[in-house]
C-alpha cells in the first residue's frame, strides 16, 4: 500500500508539471536519440526518430544523419536539421532543467531495414560539428563518411521486422542522468510514444531517484483485421516446373513465348507468366517464396499499376521495399541491397534511355541465395485492375545445357546458350553513351563524379571531353578496342555499355588498341599527371591495375560472346598479342590474350561494383554480363 501511494504521488507531480527544488541538481546540457522506428508488418508506416535536447539548449544546432550499413556504412538522404524538420512535441521537467521531444515523421521508405544501419546525431558549435551519438540497429558498422566516419556504431541490441505490429517502435527506457551518464538506460520494443517520454523512461537525479515519468495510461491498438479470403501463394526453385500452387482454386494463366510476346523480357530463359486480377485494394494479392539455393531470380511486373514490392528475408526482415506509386517518367525508383555475394536491385523505369521499358518493374537477384527469400505484392489499385507478373531463372537454358552437354562439348554449348540469352538487347546510340555511363560508373561516394576504369580516379561528371586538347578529361573507352573489329562508334558493339567505361583520356591514348596482357614497363606520362601509375604496356599489350584486372575479362568474356556473328558483328578473343586489327571486313576481328585474361578472372573475384553496374545496364540494356554473374563459366 505504501508503494502504491508513493507512485500514485509521483504520477500526480508529472501530470500537474510540478516538480521540487531538492530533486533538481545543477542544471546540464542533455542530447540523446530516444525512440525511432523502421519497420513493421505490411507496408512501413510512419517511420520516425525522435531526439531528446535541452530546452535551454538551441534546436539549430543539432542535425540527423542516417547511415547505411549495407552500402559500406555510408550517409544517405539529407541531413535532417532539428529546428527546421523536426515537429517539438512535450516538454518534461528533468534533474538537468526542462527538457523537450523533437519528431521526425521520414516520407515512405525513408529509414532502411537494417542488417545494419546506423543514426547520427550531431551538434554544430562554432563552425565545428561533433558527433553526439551514433547509434545503430542490426549490428554494429563504422561510419564511412560524414560526421561519424570512423565510428564504431553502438547497437541499440533489439529490432523490427517485417512482423511488427503498426503502431511499435524502438525505445529508451530506464534512468536518464544526462547524457554523460545513460549507462542504466536500455532499448526495447513498446507502443510509440512520439514526440513524449517513452514508457518504462525516468529522468533522475543523481541518486537515481525518478524526477520525472511518463503518466500511466492502458493503450490500445487495434490492429486491422486480415482479409478472410485466401492469398495465392507460389513455391519457386531452380527445378524449371517450379511454381506450385499452394492454395488457388483458380488455374493461374500462363503464355509460352509464342503467345505472349510483348511480356518477353530480352532473355529466352524458360519463365512463367502469370495474368491476375486485383481482387482487393490494399491486400496483398501475390506472394512467391524462393527455396533456398535458387539463382539468378529475375521478375518482372509488366503492367504500370500502383503497387508495393516487398522482398523479406527468412527472418521477416524486408531487405527490399517499393512503396507504392505508379513507375513513369516522374516517378523513378531505384533500390540496393547486398549482403555476402547476393546482390539484390530493384529498378521501376522510367524510360529515361529505353522508351520501350516506361513504366515495367524488375527485381534481379545474383548469386546463390542461401537461405530462402519471400516476395509478396500489396495493392493500391481498386478491384479488377489486371497486372501480368514474369518470373523467371534467368539462366535457366544455360545452366540446363551444363546438365545435359559432356565434358568434351560444354564450352561451345554453353557459350552458344548464353549468347542466346543476351542477344538483341537494346541499343543506344553512342551520344546517348555519354548519360548511360554517368549512371553506371558513379562514384558511390560522391554521385556527382564518375569512376575512372584505369586510374581509379574519380572526376566530376562535367569534366568529360568535348573534343579539345585537355589531356585532364574523361572519354569513353572502348575495352574491347573499336580497331579490333572495325565496328566504329555506330550502335551495335562501339555502344554497348557493358564494354564501354570512363577512362582518363591520356590513359585510354596510352592504351590505345593494344591487347591485354602482363610485363612492360609503367606507362610514361608526363608529371605531373601520372595518371595510372599501376599501369603497364609493351609495344603489343597493355597490363591495367591489379584491382580492375577481373573487370576487363570479364567484359573481353562478355564481348566474345555477344557478338558470334550472327547480326554482323564477330569478334573472338586470342591467345596471343599483336593480333590483327579486323581482317579487312567490318565486325571481324580478334583480341587478346586468352590465358592471361582467364588468369585475372580468378585473381581479381567479382565485386560489388561490378553487379551493381551490371544491374544498371539490365535496366537500359535489356541484357547482362553472365561472367559477372557466373564467373565460373
Keep these: 500500500m505504501r508503494r502504491l501511494i508513493i507512485s500514485c504521488f509521483i504520477e500526480l507531480l508529472i501530470i500537474v508539471n510540478v516538480s521540487f527544488p531538492f530533486l533538481v541538481d545543477a542544471k546540464e546540457e542533455i542530447a540523446f536519440i530516444n525512440e525511432f522506428h523502421y519497420d513493421n508488418e505490411g507496408n512501413d508506416f510512419n517511420e520516425s526518430v525522435e531526439v531528446v535536447v535541452s530546452s535551454s539548449d538551441s534546436s539549430s544546432d543539432y542535425t540527423i544523419v542516417l547511415y547505411n550499413g549495407g552500402n559500406g556504412c555510408q550517409p544517405y538522404g539529407s541531413t535532417i536539421s532539428l529546428s527546421e524538420d523536426f515537429t517539438v512535441g512535450e516538454s518534461f521537467k528533468t534533474n538537468s532543467g526542462v527538457v523537450k521531444f523533437f519528431s521526425y515523421i521520414f516520407p515512405p521508405n525513408g529509414l532502411q531495414n537494417g542488417s545494419p544501419d546506423g543514426i547520427a546525431l550531431s551538434k554544430k558549435v562554432d563552425d565545428t560539428t561533433t558527433l553526439i551519438e551514433f547509434l545503430s540497429y542490426e549490428g554494429t558498422c563504422t561510419g564511412n563518411g560524414g560526421v561519424a566516419d570512423g565510428v564504431t556504431s553502438t547497437d541499440v541490441g533489439v529490432a523490427e521486422s517485417g512482423s511488427t505490429p503498426i503502431g511499435y517502435s524502438l525505445q529508451r527506457k530506464g534512468c536518464i542522468i544526462g547524457f554523460d551518464d545513460i549507462s542504466s538506460s536500455s532499448w526495447s520494443a513498446e507502443p510509440n510514444t512520439i514526440g513524449s517520454i517513452n514508457l518504462g523512461e525516468f529522468f533522475c537525479n543523481n541518486n537515481n531517484e525518478p524526477t520525472s515519468m511518463r503518466p500511466s495510461h492502458n493503450p490500445t491498438f487495434l490492429k486491422p483485421s486480415h482479409n478472410p479470403t485466401p492469398i495465392p501463394t507460389y513455391t519457386r526453385s531452380n527445378n524449371p516446373t517450379f511454381l506450385k500452387t499452394s492454395h488457388n482454386p483458380t488455374p493461374i494463366p500462363t503464355y509460352s513465348f509464342s503467345n505472349n510476346p510483348t511480356t518477353l523480357p530480352p532473355s529466352s530463359g524458360a519463365g512463367v507468366f502469370i495474368e491476375k486480377d486485383i481482387l482487393t485494394k490494399n491486400q496483398e494479392v501475390f506472394i512467391v517464396t524462393f527455396d533456398a539455393g535458387t539463382s539468378d531470380i529475375y521478375v518482372r511486373l509488366n503492367s504500370p499499376i500502383d503497387i508495393d514490392i516487398v522482398l523479406y528475408d527468412d527472418s521477416n526482415k524486408k531487405v527490399i521495399h517499393r512503396n507504392g506509386g505508379i513507375i513513369n517518367s516522374e516517378n523513378f525508383e531505384r533500390i540496393e541491397y547486398h549482403n555476402n555475394n547476393n546482390y539484390i536491385e530493384y529498378s521501376g523505369h522510367n524510360g529515361e534511355l529505353r522508351a520501350d521499358a516506361l513504366g515495367q518493374e524488375y527485381l534481379f537477384v545474383s548469386g546463390t541465395i542461401p537461405n530462402a527469400l519471400t516476395l509478396k505484392l500489396y495493392s493500391h489499385e481498386a478491384p479488377s485492375k489486371a497486372f501480368i507478373f514474369y518470373l523467371t531463372d534467368y539462366y535457366s537454358s544455360a545452366k540446363a545445357a551444363v546438365l545435359a552437354s559432356s565434358a568434351s562439348s560444354l564450352s561451345e554449348t554453353l557459350k552458344n546458350d548464353l549468347h542466346d540469352i543476351i542477344d538483341d538487347h537494346k541499343e543506344i546510340s553512342y551520344s546517348s553513351c555519354w548519360e548511360a555511363l554517368q549512371r553506371t560508373d558513379q562514384d558511390p561516394l560522391d554521385t556527382n563524379n564518375v569512376k575512372l576504369l584505369y586510374s581509379r580516379k574519380s572526376i566530376s561528371k562535367s ?122 571486313t567490318t565486325g571481324r576481328g580478334k583480341l587478346g590474350k586468352l590465358d592471361t585474361l582467364l588468369a585475372w578472372n580468378v585473381q581479381d573475384p567479382v565485386s560489388d561494383e561490378e553487379r551493381r553496374r551490371n544491374n544498371i545496364i539490365h535496366d537500359i540494356q535489356g541484357n547482362r554480363n553472365p561472367f559477372i554473374d557466373h564467373p565460373e563459366w
Design 463 to 584: 569534366d568529360r571531353d568535348n573534343g579539345g586538347r585537355d589531356p585532364d578529361l574523361w572519354n569513353r573507352e572502348h575495352v574491347w578496342a573499336k580497331s579490333h573489329g572495325n565496328f566504329g562508334t555506330s550502335m551495335g558493339p562501339g555502344t554497348d555499355i557493358h564494354a564501354l567505361r570512363p577512362a582518363d583520356k591520356s590513359v585510354n591514348g596510352q592504351r590505345s588498341a593494344k591487347d591485354f596482357d602482363v610485363g612492360g614497363a609503367p606507362i610514361n606520362l608526363e608529371e605531373p599527371r601520372k595518371d595510372c601509375p599501376l599501369c603497364r604496356e609493351t609495344a603489343n599489350s597493355f597490363e591495367p591495375p591489379d584491382e580492375v584486372k577481373g573487370d576487363v575479362a570479364r567484359m573481353i568474356f562478355y564481348m566474345d560472346t555477344r557478338y558470334n556473328g550472327d547480326d554482323g558483328d564477330e569478334l573472338s578473343v586470342s591467345n596471343s598479342v599483336g593480333t590483327l586489327k579486323g581482317s579487312g
